[in-house]
């Protein structure tokens, strides 16, 4: 009866308008009674009508993990899809999500453990448990998940792979599809972004002079950016990256257009003199070998989506474009420079 009690006067509070004193109420509740579905379900709702999922995250995955520990793969499945469909930035540890990539794939869910795959990606490494990340490198196979080339190289490399997996995985490895072959250096822009943006620089903006190394992105891992400059291999650890900015750039008359982001070391709404830059060109590599899958803009927009939801620096010119929703297109390299970077030529 106390249960009940508690339930129906949060449910008042909600109704009253006093939200906040109703999910205070059903948190002390679920701390004291972890199965009572019903007050989750009640504070995921009242979560949702706020507009603020993440209130009730940490509740919802406590119920997630208990659900995957007790066979409750209906609690697990529910709860999991809306957490896709309500939190871009779900990172759950790495045992946890190998877990419910199962019993997704049990509920012929498989598109959301697609989804779920390529978000843990980026966070996973050498750190990982060798046996998590085996189980998610299998999955991958399994779905013919766009991860899968990434997630199987990432349990060949791991130390921890015993030798006779290690052979699975290799054949697993030569049954990834090949993307189709295509020229990188085709890439367009989205072609609904009509004529380049105008942008208007205030005149007090700082000016910056750009330096510049050239990169080719390797993978998203343990905390990094891992790219190859010239011969050699470097890691950009997420916490030294200020900003990063996208765009398209139509290029000469008769030239292909192209993709540029630039991975910020030093932010440019600072007064300092030099913006340190790495630049990845769409012309220099293939994503679809970190990604795979076919289509070979989707695949430079899953790098952007999972680069920017790991690192968390501020997305330029802003969140939608930086993601290509859609791209915003400059004329000239200079041109986005001096608009967007506030360079000065």
Known sequence: MEEIGKLEQALKLSKSGRSDEAIKLLRVELKANPDHIEALDALWSIALAQGSPEVATSEVLVAIRRGARTGNNDLVTRYWVELLRTTPNLAPEPNLTARVVEVLIQGGLGEEAKETLDRALPSLGAATPGAVVIRLARAAAQLRAPSSAAL??????????????????????????????????AIEPERDTGPAIEVRVASDAPQHKLKIMRAVPTRLAEGSLFVKAGDKDRNLPFDQIKAVAVAGIKGEPGARPFLVVDVLLDPPWDEQEELRAVRILSGDYDPRLMFGGNDLMAAYKKFLYAFLMACHAVPLPDADTARGRPFRVFNTLREYEERILHVVH
């Open 152 to 185: 199987i190289d990432l349990a060949l490399q791991h130390p921890e792979t015993p030798a006779n997996v290690r052979q699975e995985l290799e054949q697993l490895a030569a049954e990834v599809p090949e993307p189709e072959p295509a020229a990188v250096e």
